[in-house]
């Protein structure tokens, strides 16, 4: 780990396209980042004791990993798990955190992270979506959204609704209840999200995966009715409290 600023790695290429966002996001509340293109993860045979010990955070941004071509972030998932072999349970236990935005979180459901009866398929209207929603933390589990209220947040995607094993459904959603996994709702349904869920984190609440895109509102001017309250134009946007409670956690573990 660095000796004055806890690291975040920002996964880059293939398709990924908010890096950018997320690094800046990140460097905001005060990480140092590293933006690093997959491939180079690859090659440089990077293990999971490597990324433990290097990095506090790894994020995998949005974007349309290799086109979404075999069902949305599925690719990227394999080549995480095959290619790098690593087990983001195994870092969080370590103390890491993960954040997987949109692209990113659907890679991690195709990981397995939170359990094998959870999946996500195409919007409910067979659409994309581009729009701004309201999101709000359920519970007390996820480590990223700690004091965190209400949030208004965008969405960006055609394969956002989260579904559970149709014969199992009952029993994994009172599970996941149960665990404080289903941490983040909409409170209108977008989607066809089960229980209109937006967001989920591991057991250890450290692993974090949600569709809306809080680095897409660190800054209030990003919000399309900022100029309402012009007061407020250098104020925060509401996504930002979502990294500084990974940079406060990550303070804490040093």
Known sequence: MSMHRPRALVLKGDGI???????????????DVQITHLNDIVSDNYDLHRLSKDYSVLAIPGGFSFGDDL???????LKIQHKLRWNLSSYAERGGMVIGIC???????????????????????????????????????????????AMDLPIRHGEGRLVFAPIRRTEVFNKME???????????????????LAGLCDITGRIFGLMPHPEAFVRWTAYPEWTA??????????GLMVFENAYKEALGAK
């Not at 983040?184 to 089960?194: A, K, Q, V």
């Not at 407020?232 to 946007?237: L, T």
């Open 17 to 31: 396209n908010c890096e950018f966002e997320t690094a800046q996001a990140l460097t905001m509340v005060g990480f």
């Open 71 to 77: 069902t949305s972030g599925k690719v990227l998932a």
């Open 103 to 149: 692209n990113g979180f659907q890679a991690l459901i195709r990981m397995g992270v939170f359990g094998k009866d959870v999946s996500i398929t195409q919007n409910i209207r067979g659409q994309f979506v581009n729009e701004w929603v309201k999101v709000a933390p359920a519970g007390t589990r996820c480590v990223w959204l700690k004091g965190v209220g």
């Open 178 to 196: 149960r665990l404080g996994m289903t941490c983040l709702r909409y409170d209108h349904d977008p989607n066809g999200s089960e229980d209109k």
């Open 229 to 238: 309250q012009p007061g407020r134009a250098s104020a925060p946007g509401q």
